[in-house]
């Protein structure tokens, strides 16, 4: 497809699980961001990538947060020992180059921990 | 630190009326600004960008408008219908070319 996919739309997670969502984004598309969205609330970033590179890390909110994209294509971020304020929605962008280019983003993962 | 506020209250306005939603930010200084809609389940889908030396932009029924010095930018829908009902959202750049660092949202309501 043209646009920005997310796999799991939906994610039910026990406390202290660890969970991996995935992000397709547009071919070709250098860059690569991670946002957490609680419920009523703008997206916040989490984490920047131009192509595999890990440029931006700073919004990443403990160390059980990590995000990889190896070959500069596909995104997952993977979320360690779960906890309840892990509960968000987590988008990915994308943006075809740097500066002004619009962000295109996906419908995002609902993660939800019990 | 840096804030970025929208109220946080839905506006609800008649269909065919204008809706204005405001964006004000402290302690920053954008290069520039965008405007995103998000629907109910969905991502944000960006509308509008608008640069720091310009006063306004607009595209079709929508105006945006930036004031550097008042540090505010309003979002404007002129003859409004259901189908804009949705939360608006603006973002700033933090650094050219990296993230985005958005407000809260504004909901709106178009009623018919």
């Known amino acids: 497809g043209a646009g920005v996919s997310q796999s799991p739309r939906y994610k039910v997670a026990k406390r202290g699980q660890d969970v991996a969502l995935r992000c397709d984004p547009i071919?070709?598309?250098?860059?690569l961001f991670w946002y957490q969205q609680a419920l009523g609330q703008g997206p916040e970033f989490l984490t920047y990538?131009?192509?595999?590179?890990?440029?931006?890390k700073s919004g990443l909110p403990s160390d059980r947060f990590f995000a990889e994209r190896p070959e500069g294509s596909v995104s997952t971020l993977k979320i360690q020992r779960t906890q309840q304020e892990d509960s968000a929605v987590y988008l990915c962008?994308?943006?075809?180059?740097?500066?002004?280019?619009?962000?295109?983003f996906g419908p995002g993962t609902r993660l939800t921990v019990l | 630190s840096q804030k970025i506020e929208q109220n946080s209250e839905a506006l609800n306005i008649q269909e065919g009326k204008t809706a204005t939603l405001t964006c004000n930010y402290t302690?920053?200084?954008?290069?520039?600004l965008q405007w995103y809609r998000q629907d109910p389940g969905r991502g944000p889908v960006f509308l509008l960008l608008?640069?720091?030396?310009?006063k306004e932009k607009r595209k079709e029924r929508l105006k945006v408008t930036f004031d550097t010095t008042l540090k505010q930018s309003l979002f404007h829908i002129t003859a409004s219908q259901p189908a804009d009902s949705a939360t608006y959202l603006c973002?700033?750049?933090?650094?050219?070319?990296?993230?985005?660092?958005f407000g809260g949202g504004t909901r709106l309501m178009v009623k018919p």
């Open positions: 962008a994308c943006r075809a180059g740097g500066g002004t280019d619009t962000q295109y």
């Open positions: 071919s070709g598309h250098v860059s």
């Open positions: 990538f131009q192509n595999e590179a890990q440029l931006d």
């Open positions: 302690n920053y200084s954008p290069a520039y």
């Open positions: 608008i640069r720091e030396n310009e």
């Open positions: 973002a700033l750049d933090r650094v050219a070319g990296n993230m985005l660092t």
